[in-house]
């Protein structure tokens, strides 16, 4: 799956056939990301393109030194379901 960085729009995107796939963050301070809102296409729903989308977004945030507040409960609960990640939580 093909997933961009829009960081003029602070959202992580995912192309689906049906549409977008969307992450929307908000940034809190230099060092921490608020990660606010996980959408998927209702027919793209159950397929794992969310997890995937915050996945990769909670690796960016990894790689790139930032901090995780994850106000999304969807985001939420993969931190949950994967806690090699829970380093990148606030």
């Known amino acids: 799956m093909d997933i961009r960085h829009d960081m ?11 549409g977008e796939a969307v992450l929307q963050y908000r ?3 230099e060092n921490a990301l608020d990660y606010r809102s996980t959408v998927v296409p209702e027919p793209d729903r159950g397929q794992g393109i969310g997890e995937q989308l915050v996945l990769h977004a909670l690796e960016w945030a990894k790689e790139n030194g930032f901090e995780v507040n994850a106000s999304c409960p969807f985001v939420q609960s993969v931190l949950e379901e994967h806690p090699e990640l829970q380093g990148v939580k606030a």
């Open 8 to 18: 003029d729009n602070n959202r992580f995107v995912a192309r689906t056939e049906r």
């Open 27 to 29: 940034r809190e301070n």
